[in-house]
């Protein structure tokens, strides 16, 4: 297979005038994204659109002359009148509009079973079914998974177009149907999925993975290779992508970081700080004790189910009458050394251990902000320590940057990073 025929772009276009207000997190165009990107699709452009015919007409057109031979788009198949996404589509690609009469009788059956709309007039909702029920001329129409079909349609000299609803639950719903109709299966047929690695780092800054980069850059020729790198809760991610034929590279750039930051990575297979706490905690049980994080450690490590078998429970101590009455913290160590203080965390962690009986302990106490900050003890400055039953202990006390909300999300993931180094004996 030629390098040509590997290389299927695509375009995304999600429409809705609230994504554009910011009223609404769109959650399509990067779910899309990295469906396409495991068929091996390469994502050319990502676009947000209103709910304009003119603007959408006009990002159709724009990602046409791009050369994009997959075009995705999502919203705009409702009954309302700002729902113009099959009426652009079918202009687009120079066919009428037909009325689909199987594809009506399907929705006024489905439309049928909810009985508030009984309160409605017939006429209207006739009007708004059959107006779903419209399908480009050479449309293939996907059966709805909510009120509205989705459509595949091949543009005569063009990209294969394929529609599909806004909500998320509907959208994921039609992917395979969409993704398996003739139209997109003769575009995919011309690509191969791509091969990735993940990489993930703590404690290391993206200056010095940039550095790591470019001097490995000088030996061996990466540009086979899609190296991005970003910094996802206090983490450093790097995600590898090539086209088969590339795995030696890829392979060598990973033991060349290894080889680099030994101590700062700690996922080589993807595998995220939740998989592997959740792993090595079977069989443990471990009690937190949490003060400027508010209990976010606590949710965090319970997102997942099965955390019960692990997680004996936490204690939100944000008074100093908290920490005394709940945790066993003895009022003279906080009058001494300060509620934000390395002693507190280690009482704050055992204490934790003690009322839970468990054999793992977490305490986190600091200065959140945005206030509250001294000389001595800054906003960002955070007291954590991890200690277990047989003598173990491990503590950090750093300052971190951001604000509020990043202090305390960053103050969870340090502690998590503390927890697994004590867990995996390579604490230091």
Known sequence: MSAEKMNVRAGIVVTGTELLSGLVTDRNGPWLAQRLDELGVEVAHLVLVGDRPADLAATLRFLADQGVELIVTSGGLGPTADDVTTEVVADFAGVELELDEAMERQIAAILARFRYLAHFSPQALRAANRKQAMVPRGALALDPVGTAPGLVLQVDGGPTVVVLPGPPRELRAMWP????????TSVLARTRP?????????????????????????????????????LRRAEIVIDIRHRPGAEAIRDGLIEAIRARHARQLFSTDGTSLDD?????????????????????????????????????????????????????????????????????????????????????????????????????????????????????????????????????????????????????????
Not at 177 to 184: I, K, L
Not at 359 to 367: D, F
């Open 177 to 184: 149907s969409a993704m398996s109709s003739p139209a997109a």
């Open 194 to 230: 791509f091969e990735s690695a993940r990489l993930r780092l703590f404690g290391v800054p993206e200056s010095q993975i940039a550095a790591t980069l470019r001097e490995v850059g000088e030996t061996l020729d990466l540009t086979p290779l899609e190296i991005t790198t970003c």
């Open 276 to 428: 592997q706490l959740a792993v090595l905690l079977r069989g443990r049980r471990i009690g937190l004790a949490e003060s400027c994080t508010g209990g976010l450690l606590a949710a965090r490590l319970t997102e997942r189910p099965g955390s019960s078998d692990y997680v004996a429970g936490g204690v939100v101590a944000y008074s100093n009458t908290a920490k005394t009455e709940l945790l066993g913290v003895p009022t003279e160590l906080i009058e001494r050394h300060g509620a934000v203080s390395p002693e507190v965390a280690r009482a704050m962690a055992d204490g934790a251990r003690h009322r839970f009986g468990a054999s793992a302990g977490v305490g986190i106490t600091g200065v959140a902000g945005p206030g509250g900050g001294t000389e001595a003890k800054p906003v960002g400055y955070v007291c954590i320590c991890v200690t277990t039953g047989d003598g173990a202990v491990l503590a950090r006390d750093p300052v971190l940057p951001g604000d509020r909300a990043e202090i305390r999300d960053r103050s969870v993931t340090v502690a998590m990073h503390l927890l697994r180094r004590v867990l995996t004996g390579a604490a230091r």
